[in-house]
């Protein structure tokens, strides 16, 4: 890889010479206090014009998967950026997942990998070969897709993912019927392609409420598994829910985000209306939950717009809902952010170069695709951070 900053051998010295003068620092001061920003240190560069992403890096780390934003062509890098596969798997054809990504892929093992599409999961190897579709016995009906989101996660031979569906027929897609008795994730055998049904709403949350009907919208899940235990939160609320993977039951504990602001779905009534208001989209959101090696939270958050602010956005831009989301972007602030279970660190600075948070393996290893619309060249570019102080 190519190292921008020239600081592999600094990081060496420091690394056997122990703690610096300001990890010393950081550990003394309070997490509130605590100025942090993303520091650039290396970088994967592919001969690819487009706007490549990176989705995962493989156990033994030699193969980048990543995917064109564009095309959703898939790719398969070396750890030096060489292209050594090249492919097409949208659409139709045999062995393509025709209606879709919901989500980003992974590795299974060195050697294959996971599609998690809106017909099933699809294991492919390294240069593209369909090896099997894994179906569960219940149609994908989507309340929310993010393509470049983490809608599936490995561990021990089970995926975990947020394939919805199987309560439309009895209790539909959401509602109080839905918030009361429905479950988030399912759990798939990846050996023998079992689906089951695991984790309901936490009652610690609002959103399992029996008077109050939210829009599924803003229950999406994040999640992340580490050793045997697995952190949620939701996409409109400030907070973390802790499981013991063999007990998806009911949270071990709960720990609210103490963000300055954070604008909340406040419903009314005991039904969710069919039509969606787009001022929803405004909303507080949470965008990622990442769990360091220190048993910290990396988030990224955004706080919202209010009633005000959004009609602000509105007539900016003369009503024209195409143009509205950068005219709100200038007024919604957050941003990513530590969390330590009581305290979050200020808004960790981020070079303007980054763009979305591709793939986080330690705090001194989160891996940023590049700001498109801040930035062109001829080639793709994915970005190698670490969180360090403020200097």
């Avoid at 487009?50 to 193969?63: A, F, K």
């Avoid at 013991?244 to 909340?264: H, Y």
């Avoid at 808004?347 to 590049?370: A, H, R, T, Y």
Wanted: glycine residues 8%.
């Amino acid at each position: 890889m190519k190292n921008y900053l020239g600081l592999i051998l600094c990081s060496l010295t420091l690394f056997s010479c122990g703690k610096s003068d300001s990890e010393q620092a950081k550990s003394s001061t309070p997490l509130s206090e605590q100025n942090l920003k993303f520091e650039i240190y290396d970088s994967l560069v592919v001969d690819y014009l487009g706007n490549l992403v990176l989705m995962d890096i493989s156990p033994n780390l030699e193969s980048f998967l990543l995917y064109d934003q564009s095309s959703d062509s898939i790719f398969v890098t070396d750890k030096s950026g060489s292209i050594l596969y090249q492919f097409q798997k949208s659409g139709e054809g045999p062995g393509n997942y025709n209606d879709g990504r919901y989500g980003k892929a992974v590795f299974m093992d060195n050697s294959n990998f996971l599609i998690p599409a809106t017909s099933g999961i699809f294991q492919y190897s390294l240069d593209g070969t369909f090896e099997r579709q894994i179906n569960p016995e219940f149609k994908y009906l989507p309340s929310l897709i993010i393509s470049s989101g983490n809608s599936l996660t490995l561990k021990d031979g089970q995926g975990y993912t947020n394939y919805g569906g199987r309560y439309s027929d009895e209790y539909g897609r959401q509602g109080i019927e839905y918030q009361q008795n429905a479950t988030l994730l399912e759990r798939v055998d990846l050996e023998t392609g079992e689906f089951t049904p695991v984790l309901p709403i936490p009652k610690e949350s609002k959103f399992s409420s029996s008077e109050l009907a939210y829009n599924n919208f803003f229950f999406y899940p994040l999640w992340q598994i580490q050793d045997d235990s697995l952190h949620l939160t939701f996409k409109n609320e400030p907070k973390v829910f802790s499981y013991s993977l063999e007990d998806l039951s009911a949270p071990k504990n709960v720990k609210t985000i103490p963000l300055p602001t954070f604008l909340e779905s406040t419903p009314t009534g005991n039904t969710v209306e069919n039509s969606f208001n787009l001022e929803d989209l405004f909303l507080g959101t949470i965008n990622s939950l990442n769990l360091t090696e220190d048993n910290e939270f990396l988030i990224d958050y955004l706080s919202g717009l209010s009633k005000e602010e959004y009609n602000q956005s509105m007539e900016a831009v003369g009503g024209d809902i195409n143009k509205i989301w950068g005219e709100a972007e200038k007024l919604n602030t957050g941003g990513y952010i530590v969390f330590d279970g009581r305290y979050i660190s200020p808004i960790i600075e981020k070079p303007e170069l980054l763009g979305q948070l591709s793939k986080f393996v330690s705090k001194d290893e989160i891996w940023f695709s590049l700001d498109f619309e801040s930035a062109e060249n001829d080639y793709s570019v994915i970005y190698k951070t670490r969180i360090v102080p403020v200097d």
